[in-house]
Nanobody, 122 residues
């Protein structure tokens, strides 16, 4: 009965911004670390960012550090990914996920959303 639902994807020009949201239900949201992953056409799913249960610890992939910001609102059971200075290389399906321990490894995440498409044009 756990559901993670992403929203906020779309088509933007290079240099633009998007804010992704992931709304969670069916779990004790504040007990889980949350992460964002992405998969581009022809590539493996890769880690983007993660945040601890109370927001005290955050991690970012080198490719997005300084451009993306992860945050969470436990009163709304929602995690966000603010994406600035977008590049065509950021084009991918973005998925949120929940884990009992903060991690960059996708194998440690127990629950996954369906994903939202982000397309960055040049």
């Amino acid at each position: 009965q756990v559901h993670l639902v992403e929203s906020g994807g779309g088509l933007v020009q290079a240099g633009g911004s998007l804010r992704l949201s992931c709304a969670a239900s069916g779990l004790t949201f504040s007990s889980y670390a949350m992460g964002w992953f992405r998969q581009a056409p022809g590539k493996e799913r890769e880690f983007v960012s993660t945040i601890s249960w109370n927001g005290g610890i955050t991690n970012y992939a080198d490719s997005v550090k300084g451009r993306f910001t992860i945050s969470r609102d436990n009163t709304k059971n929602t995690v966000y990914l603010q994406m600035n200075s977008l590049k065509p290389e950021d084009t991918a399906v973005y998925r949120c996920a929940a884990a009992v321990t903060i991690s960059t490894a996708k194998s440690l995440y127990d629950y996954w959303g369906q994903g939202t498409q982000v397309t960055v044009s040049s």
